[in-house]
């Protein structure tokens, strides 16, 4: 494959961002043009539920330097948005009328919050979180007192439940599921997240669901609930989820997955030549899981970004890493490392669930699928090898054993 004359990257996320740095980074000389929608120049999300949203930090933590764009001669096109892909003549365009012909494309588009389909599920005055304007504007509602509600008990809601508390609001977070994290951790380290948040003062409203939202369209005044009760509220965060952006692949007529975003190879390459996907929107073959997998994670997006820019310039390499996924609430850190299904596979926990120290691992057949080490940070390198190579080992070994000596 000759090296390309002109990449274009649609997406100035993580992805978007690492992989037009990767490009430089590997020497490439060519056209690169990054367009994205934000305004701001590539950042990273991370901080914006925990440092920015407590207050810590008035920035998030930036991709790359200011000028380092200008400096590289990466075309970064802020404030706008790709409006189609022509896979035919190999050409992007752009709503400022502008048309971007490539030799290689890469579409990293992100995820978008998901809206509720219930009444009043699209007030304008309703929050979301995903981008910095929308952390700094939620920011300025945290204050003592103010009433909040938060609804979905995943991580973005358990992150800004706890930035609130931190302002001295009044947090209530409603979860249609019986715990927050439920889906993602299982019963029972799932209810040391309930545990942790009520200790810290938030109100649950847990196995109930919303019926709809009331006020006039800039403000929200209540959340009514299925129970026939409604939940007073100055401010109400809707945090119930992503969805990959897979608007641009759809209509340009790229294959999607089956489950959700868009269908590429182990080497992220989409169904067209010359079209490759990464981070949140790519649902990539995975060769050690043996299907597609669509990760929502800082790591991927990082990681997939770096790797995909060789891909692109014609190296053909598989990404193969264990999605990987970090949060904190309150006094509170962890990590997770692997893929696994909290429902089907084995749970076996190292340490104390009541003093939140421990680490949890979830098993099949015997063998370690993932690891999630709370608030001890001593065993990441065993962790990771653990889990990148499926360990056979026993629960009571995982449980009692030094764990650099099971890998
Ligand atoms: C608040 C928040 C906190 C998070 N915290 C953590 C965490 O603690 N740990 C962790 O592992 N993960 C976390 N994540 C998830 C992680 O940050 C994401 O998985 C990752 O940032 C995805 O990167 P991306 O580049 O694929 O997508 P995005 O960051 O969503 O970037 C996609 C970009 O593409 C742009 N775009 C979309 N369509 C177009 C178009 N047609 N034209 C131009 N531009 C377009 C969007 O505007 C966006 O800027 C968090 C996510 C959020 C929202």
Same mark, same amino acid.
């Given at each position: 494959?000759?090296?390309?004359?002109?990449?274009?990257?649609?997406?100035?996320?993580?992805?978007?961002?690492?992989?037009?740095?990767?490009?430089?980074?590997?020497?490439?000389?060519?056209?690169?043009?990054?367009?994205?929608?934000?305004?701001?120049?590539?950042?990273?999300?991370?901080?914006?539920?925990?440092?920015?949203?407590?207050?810590?930090?008035?920035?998030?933590?930036?991709?790359?330097?200011?000028?380092?764009?200008?400096?590289?001669?990466?075309?970064?096109?802020?404030?706008?948005?790709?409006?189609?892909?022509?896979?035919?003549?190999?050409?992007?365009?752009?709503?400022?009328?502008?048309?971007?012909?490539?030799?290689?494309?890469? +579409? /990293?588009? @992100?995820?978008?919050?998901? !809206?509720?389909? $219930?009444?009043? *599920?699209?007030? #304008?005055?309703? %929050?979301?979180?995903?981008?910095?304007?929308?952390?700094?504007?939620?920011?300025?509602?945290?204050?003592?007192?103010?009433?909040?509600?938060?609804?979905?008990?995943?991580?973005?809601?358990?992150?800004?439940?706890?930035?609130?508390?931190?302002?001295?609001?009044?947090?209530?977070?409603?979860?249609?599921?019986?715990?927050?994290?439920?889906?993602?951790?299982?019963?029972?380290?799932?209810?040391?997240?309930?545990?942790?948040?009520?200790?810290?003062?938030?109100?649950?409203?847990?196995?109930?669901?919303?019926?709809?939202?009331?006020?006039?369209?800039?403000?929200?005044?209540?959340?009514? +609930? /299925?129970? @026939?009760?409604?939940?007073? !509220?100055?401010? $109400?965060?809707? *945090?119930?989820? #992503?969805?990959? %952006?897979?608007?641009?692949?759809?209509?340009?007529?790229?294959?999607?997955?089956?489950?959700?975003?868009?269908?590429?190879?182990?080497?992220?390459?989409?169904?067209?030549?010359?079209?490759?996907?990464?981070?949140?929107?790519?649902?990539?073959?995975?060769?050690?899981?043996?299907?597609?997998?669509?990760?929502?994670?800082?790591?991927?997006?990082?990681?997939?970004?770096?790797?995909?820019?060789?891909?692109?310039?014609?190296?053909?390499?598989?990404?193969?890493?264990?999605?990987?996924?970090?949060?904190?609430?309150?006094?509170?850190?962890?990590?997770?490392?692997?893929?696994?299904?909290?429902?089907?596979?084995?749970?076996?926990?190292?340490?104390?669930?009541?003093?939140?120290?421990?680490? #949890?691992?979830?098993?099949?057949?015997?063998?370690?699928?993932?690891?999630?080490?709370?608030?001890?940070?001593?065993?990441?390198?065993?962790?990771?090898?653990?889990?990148?190579?499926?360990?056979?080992?026993?629960?009571?070994?995982?449980?009692?054993?030094?764990?650099?000596?099971?890998?």
């Amino acid at each position: 494959m000759a090296e390309p004359h002109h990449v274009v990257i649609v997406g100035t996320g993580l992805a978007g961002a690492s992989a037009a740095g990767g490009l430089r980074e590997r020497g490439y000389q060519g056209v690169i043009t990054l367009i994205g929608q934000d305004a701001h120049r590539p950042y990273e999300l991370p901080a914006l539920s925990k440092a920015v949203l407590l207050g810590d930090a008035s920035e998030p933590d930036w991709v790359h330097d200011e000028g380092y764009y200008e400096a590289q001669h990466i075309d970064l096109r802020t404030g706008t948005t790709a409006t189609a892909v022509h896979l035919g003549d190999r050409a992007v365009l752009d709503d400022t009328g502008a048309r971007h012909p490539y030799d290689r494309l890469l +579409l /990293a588009t @992100g995820s978008s919050p998901r !809206a509720l389909p $219930v009444p009043g *599920g699209d007030l #304008a005055g309703l %929050r979301t979180l995903r981008t910095l304007d929308d952390a700094l504007a939620l920011r300025d509602t945290f204050a003592d007192g103010v009433r909040v509600v938060i609804v979905g008990g995943g991580w973005i809601g358990c992150e800004a439940a706890a930035a609130a508390r931190k302002h001295g609001a009044s947090v209530t977070v409603v979860e249609p599921l019986p715990l927050p994290l439920h889906r993602t951790l299982g019963p029972t380290i799932a209810e040391v997240f309930r545990d942790l948040h009520a200790a810290n003062g938030v109100t649950w409203r847990l196995g109930v669901g919303v019926a709809g939202f009331e006020g006039t369209e800039d403000v929200v005044s209540g959340v009514a +609930l /299925a129970d @026939g009760t409604t939940l007073e !509220a100055d401010v $109400v965060l809707v *945090g119930v989820g #992503a969805a990959p %952006r897979v608007d641009l692949a759809r209509a340009a007529g790229l294959e999607l997955a089956d489950t959700s975003g868009v269908a590429v190879d182990a080497t992220l390459r989409t169904s067209a030549p010359d079209v490759y996907a990464a981070g949140d929107i790519a649902a990539h073959f995975h060769p050690r899981y043996g299907k597609r997998i669509r990760v929502e994670h800082w790591a991927n997006a990082k990681d997939q970004g770096a790797l995909v820019a060789g891909n692109l310039l014609g190296e053909s390499t598989p990404y193969t890493a264990s999605p990987y996924f970090f949060s904190d609430q309150y006094d509170l850190g962890m990590e997770v490392r692997g893929h696994w299904d909290p429902f089907e596979d084995d749970l076996v926990i190292r340490g104390d669930l009541t003093a939140r120290e421990f680490t #949890a691992f979830w098993t099949r057949a015997g063998r370690v699928q993932a690891a999630m080490n709370v608030n001890q940070w001593d065993d990441g390198e065993a962790l990771q090898a653990l889990v990148d190579n499926q360990t056979a080992v026993s629960a009571e070994d995982l449980r009692s054993r030094d764990l650099a000596s099971l890998r």
